[in-house]
């Protein structure tokens, strides 16, 4: 199947400092990437949809200016949690879609940030 | 609102039984997926069963899918210490558009004692 891949699987950082993570579809082209949060022992929630060439289309209560999100190849999205906080800690999971007719979403592997 | 519920929320059962979850969901669907996520993992897509379709079979996994009741359940037979994790069942909205999303359940954690 797919392969999607995440970077890094584990970040610590202090509060206050940014954390890029990033999401590559490795054998195919994704023309929407998804952002996704898990709290523990909870469900994922989506955070954004995230189009090749165009702006994310975030989900009610995530805030853009937070959470930013680029999109810039068929290959690689990037979300970037600016000035992070403690509770912003979660485990962040990226899936991609092509645009064939099956319409799948292939997961990450996730990436665990911790704010201290 | 969360679309996907799954019941039960934990269920602990010993090696060579059967296990079965449940999922309901409240609006019209394209598509109901499961996945599996073992702890601090990524998912891992199980089966997929579309809307037009009521049972479906891979492996140890059987699912099915009654839209009138908006409901669909998992079934694992002849379960294994290894199939224990959480599994999730996400439905695909079948409201038109490229752009679907999936919605998530809260999941049900399942441990298979040996």
């Not at chain 1, 994310?56 to 990037?78: C, M, P, R, W």
């Not at chain 2, 038109?96 to 049900?108: E, I, Q, R, V």
Request: aromatic content about 8%; overall charge positive.
């Amino acid at each position: 199947g797919a392969v999607v891949s995440q970077h890094p699987s584990r970040v610590i950082c202090k509060s206050g400092t940014s954390v890029k993570i990033e999401c590559r579809s490795l054998d195919f082209q994704a023309t929407t990437m998804f952002w996704y949060r898990q709290f523990p022992k909870q469900s994922l929630m989506l955070m954004a949809t995230s189009n090749e060439g165009s702006k994310a289309t975030y989900e009610q209560g995530v805030e853009k200016d937070k959470f930013l999100i680029n999109h810039a190849s068929l290959t690689l999205s990037t979300l970037t949690v600016t000035s992070a906080h403690p509770e912003d800690s979660s485990f962040y999971i990226c899936s991609a879609r092509d645009g064939g007719p099956y319409n799948e979403q292939f997961f990450g592997p996730g990436t665990r940030l911790t704010v201290l | 609102s969360q679309q996907g519920e799954e019941d039960p929320q934990a269920l602990s059962i010993q090696e060579g039984e059967n296990a079965t979850m449940n999922c309901s969901y409240k609006t019209s669907i394209n598509n109901l997926q499961w996945y599996r996520q073992n702890s601090g993992r990524g998912l891992v897509h199980l089966i997929l069963i579309r809307s037009n379709e009521r049972e479906k079979h891979s492996g140890r996994l059987r699912v099915t899918l009654d839209t009138s009741k908006k409901s669909s359940s998992l079934l694992i037979t002849a379960s294994r210490a290894a199939d224990t994790a959480s599994y999730f069942c996400a439905t695909r909205g079948g409201s038109g558009g490229s752009n679907y999303k999936l919605t998530f359940g809260k999941g049900t954690l399942l441990t298979v004692n040996p």
